[in-house]
């Protein structure tokens, strides 16, 4: 191999060295009529139920359920909210959110709020995919999927980084104006 060879070789493969371990949110759906301010009735009842289905690491959930829920917290638009995986008896939520881990291919973003069929398939190691919805009752007002690469556990920045990017999909700062699954237009 030539040595001009070697380093078209070196530069093409450096962008996808670059990725491991960078969150990438690839899918979003924020329907017409949702504004920030809409968050403000859970905060006032507490906070807001947060279902979390599937953990891609071996272990405890409950070290995966508080990254989803802290990223949450500091990474949304509105006003202050907590965010809870524990659902109180007496509690019946006007608004939800859903967390489903490695979601399988048949997974349907629109179909989280309505549907407790929540398929999973199985991810190559260190490879975390995950979908979320924040729900009205049964509808969706927004959803996003995404993904990271290289990611070691619950704690590992990485994941971190993919549940603050989701954050800030799930609960944007503006209405949105749709167009399709795969696009979030911010006015």
Known sequence: MTK???LALALAAAPLAACAGQPVISHGHVV????????GYPASKGGMYTEVTGNPFQGEKAALDRQVTEAFEVAHFG???????EKPTDYSPAYRTIVLFNPAPNANAERLCSSPDRPQAPRAAGEVGVMAALCSSESRLTSASGYVTGAQGPDDPAVGGLLRNLGLSLFPPAPGVRRDDTDIIVP
């Open 4 to 6: 001009f060879a070697r």
């Open 32 to 39: 017409e009529y949702y504004e920030p301010q809409m968050l």
């Open 79 to 85: 006003p202050k909210l907590a965010f809870f995986t």
